[in-house]
């Protein structure tokens, strides 16, 4: 499974796109598992405005990753 | 029709090409977003998309306008990577019966993309580079149409 920090969250993790390989179990284990590692990332995806996009739909809320390709990591988005 | 592109485009051309042809639609608005300079603020902007994702969410806005505003087409051309002051950013064009229709959804498509489409933008300048989020009034733009 892929893991893509958009935004300043790459800034911050220094890395924008890793392999996580056994996916871990879910949306929460994988932040858990990210915030083990960086602190500072892991407070990040728990701030405010971030969503998580799995395989390229926002998800609200707690989702397994069993069978999942892809999550992303969405700080507030601007364009135009 | 929805468009990311890396490279300048010309923003004349592609609303002339939008407009060719049309003989049912009476009205064709268009906005132009350009890289601001900032008084020497801004060096250099970069946008970050996420290819696949982003022009579906664009998509569906571009949907959402044509079924509120009863359009008869909508391009959107929008930039990504690095960006000069003084480039164009964003085009987006809409084609109605009528000039109200299309002058809203345009200023209703912008208001979108501020705030909602999926992009990250990055200003350099000499004090270094700093993340740009939707600001309260690009907020309170978007709530007019809620």
């Not at chain 2, 490279?7 to 639609?25: I, K, N, V, Y």
Request: proline share 6%; net charge negative; hydrophobic share 45%.
């Amino acid at each position: 499974m892929r893991v893509l920090l958009f935004g300043r969250l790459g800034d911050l993790a220094g890395w924008r796109e890793r392999a996580f390989d056994p996916a871990p179990a879910s949306l929460a284990a994988l932040k858990a598992l990210l915030a083990g590692e960086d602190n500072v990332l892991g407070a990040a995806l728990s701030g405010p405005g971030v969503q998580a996009a799995v395989d390229k739909t926002i998800v609200r809320g707690e989702i397994a990753l069993g069978a999942v390709t892809e999550v992303a990591f969405l700080p507030p988005m601007s364009g135009g | 029709m929805i468009r990311l592109s890396t490279e300048p485009f010309e923003p004349g051309a592609e609303l002339t090409a939008f407009c060719a042809g049309r003989t049912e639609s009476g009205a064709v608005a268009s906005f132009v977003g350009i890289a601001r300079a900032d008084a020497g603020q801004t060096t250099a902007l970069e946008l970050e998309a996420y290819p696949g994702f982003t022009e579906v969410e664009i998509g569906r806005m571009a949907e959402a306008a044509t079924a509120r505003f009863a359009l008869h087409d909508v391009l959107i051309v929008h930039r990504h990577g690095p960006i000069a002051p003084g480039e164009p950013i964003v085009l987006v064009a809409t084609a109605a019966a009528h000039r109200r229709e299309a002058f809203e959804a345009c200023d209703y498509l912008m208001d979108y993309l501020k705030s909602r489409a999926p992009f990250w933008k990055k200003e350099h300048g000499p004090a270094g580079a700093r993340w740009v989020e939707p600001t309260a009034r690009d907020l309170d733009d978007i709530a007019r149409w809620d």
